[in-house]
């Protein structure tokens, strides 16, 4: 009976919406409103954006004006053409974004919420979210501190992950990145210079240009003035930012659909001269795409016989689990794979399809519980999926590995405080059942490492875990150190790379 009072109850409600005319209500403020127009200010891709709004006693915002600027003609201006009447129109702060104009939309938007908080409304009401500030304040981006460019005397021309057939002008003289965690394929075979090129980088979940730039300015210096951030974490480009630090090129991973929004602004990058070069890691065979994005990244910087040394050892690392054909095994264990852990809460898992742990898991030899489910499933490549608790329950896996549920990326600084490392997932109803919890089998994976150069290392974790009478002589941490040795500018402490419950 409750239920059907609720529904009846949203049926009401949302009726009444309807007789009015399906527009939003404007929020009751909690202090009183004074109509008037006013002004707003906040710094633009070029310089200061001045907003200036018109409210009226109900709190209505009655227009959006953006004064005076300097921003990209046929970019930034576009989101100036768009966003104030949105904000009008839905009486919200929720408004669709302009891709390749997000300095200047959010710039719009921060104005105008200075504006009418002046007027006695709380931005928050309709729908205005401060950015956060990062965890490690960054540069701001100077376009005087850009590498200078070299003349070019020649080209390159590459086939990259998509198929494409990309023509570069060489030598190389700057470069951009669509995720921080593409520069470890670059450090390896071009040093300090990798950071010295560097123009543009877009960000991840984790905050990976600033830890980045924590990790390695006390080593290689201040990279970070000629650095633009060119997208937010899982978002469209900036095309604004992309064209102001003019890379020769861009390499641009799989990861967070990057592929796709370099493509949605192809044909201006091409208008302006920007080749960029997909990348795709894990790609369909975690075993070869480090190396083949390796190769390929050397190929347009003309490095590539520093690029074998590098290439030929992480070779060697996946031979080391080729040859124990884990792939054909009728013993496999049965693994559970979840980004999170958290109480009560079942995260995202992945399938064996590639493009994700789960590949990776695959790949080590375990059977992923996932695939029974969702393997044939429109649904196999999707990121958002999760398993029915009682089925996790029902099959019972022998292990459960996990990413990002404890540190994050590149975290561990000294002056850090120790990480609080706890692992819910334990404590679900029925968990202290499952064999991999009472085995001491549940671990821990950094998250990055599923698309990033050292994904090597994630596999002989596994591999060893699941068949420890296989790979007795193998020991994951002394590769790794070996690894950061020969080819980084830091050593392996930089992450902690893998850990279990029992630690």
Same mark, same amino acid.
């Given at each position: ?88 129109? !839905?009486?919200? %702060? =929720?408004?669709?974004? @302009? ?8 710039? *719009?938007? &921060? #104005? ?121 974490? !899982?978002?469209? %480009? =900036?095309?604004?930012? @992309? ?8 390499? *641009?991973? &799989? #990861? ?248």
């Amino acid at each position: 009976m409750r239920k059907l009072t609720l529904i009846l109850l949203c049926l009401f409600v949302s009726g009444g919406m309807l007789i009015a005319g399906g527009q939003k209500d404007v929020p009751v403020a909690d202090t009183e409103i004074i109509a008037g127009t006013y002004e707003g200010l906040s710094h633009g891709f070029h310089g200061d954006l001045p907003v200036s709004v018109d409210v009226d006693s109900t709190g209505k915002i009655v227009s959006v004006s953006v004064g005076k600027n300097s921003e990209t003609k046929n970019i930034g201006t576009l989101a100036i053409d768009r966003i104030p009447g949105q904000i009008v129109e !839905n009486q919200s %702060f =929720d408004v669709d974004s @302009i891709s390749g104009a997000t300095v200047t939309t959010k710039a *719009i938007l &921060a #104005a105008t919420a200075q504006a009418v908080e002046q007027a006695g409304m709380n931005p928050a009401d309709l729908g205005y979210v401060a950015p956060k500030a990062p965890a490690f304040e960054m540069v701001r981006f100077d376009a005087a501190a850009l590498p200078v460019k070299s003349e070019k005397t020649g080209t390159v021309t590459v086939t990259d992950a998509r198929g494409r057939e990309v023509t570069i002008e060489t030598p190389i003289s700057s470069y951009g990145i669509s995720t921080m965690d593409v520069i470890d394929f670059i450090i390896p075979f071009m040093g300090e210079e990798a950071f010295k090129m560097l123009v543009a980088a877009g960000q991840d979940g984790g905050g990976g240009i600033q830890r980045y730039a924590r990790l390695y300015s006390p080593i290689v210096g201040n990279y970070n003035e000629h650095v633009g951030q060119i997208s937010e974490h !899982n978002a469209p %480009f =900036d095309l604004e930012m @992309i064209l102001a630090t003019d890379p020769d090129v861009i390499f *641009i991973n &799989a #990861a967070m659909g990057a592929h796709g929004h370099a493509m949605d602004i192809e044909d201006q990058l091409d208008a302006a001269g920007i080749p960029f070069v997909c990348i795709s890691i894990p790609g369909k065979d975690v075993s070869t795409a480090s190396q083949k994005a390796i190769g390929l990244i050397a190929k347009v910087f003309q490095k590539e016989e520093e690029a074998q040394d590098v290439i030929g050892f992480i070779d060697d690392q996946f031979a080391v689990i080729n040859e124990k054909d884990l792939q054909n095994r009728d013993d496999k264990p049965l693994v559970y794979y979840e980004k999170g852990g958290h109480e009560e809460i079942f995260g995202r898992t992945s399938t064996s399809a590639p493009g994700g742990w789960g590949h990776l898991v695959t790949y080590s030899g375990g059977f992923n519980i996932a695939d029974p489910l969702l393997f044939d499933t429109i649904a196999c490549k999707a990121t958002g999926n999760t398993l029915d608790p009682e089925y996790v329950l029902e099959t019972n896996p022998d292990y459960v590995v996990m990413s990002a549920a404890g540190d994050a990326w590149m975290t561990n600084f000294s002056d850090d405080p120790t990480p609080d490392i706890s692992f819910d997932i334990v404590k679900r109803i029925g968990w202290n059942e499952l064999k991999a919890v009472q085995n001491d089998q549940v671990y821990d994976l950094s998250h990055a490492m599923w698309r990033s150069v050292y994904s090597f290392n994630a596999c002989q974790f596994m591999a060893k875990k699941f068949y420890p009478d296989l790979f007795t002589d193998l020991d994951p941490d002394a590769v790794m150190d070996e690894f950061f040795e020969r080819f980084m500018l830091t050593d392996s402490s930089i992450t902690r790379w893998t850990f279990s419950i029992d630690e």
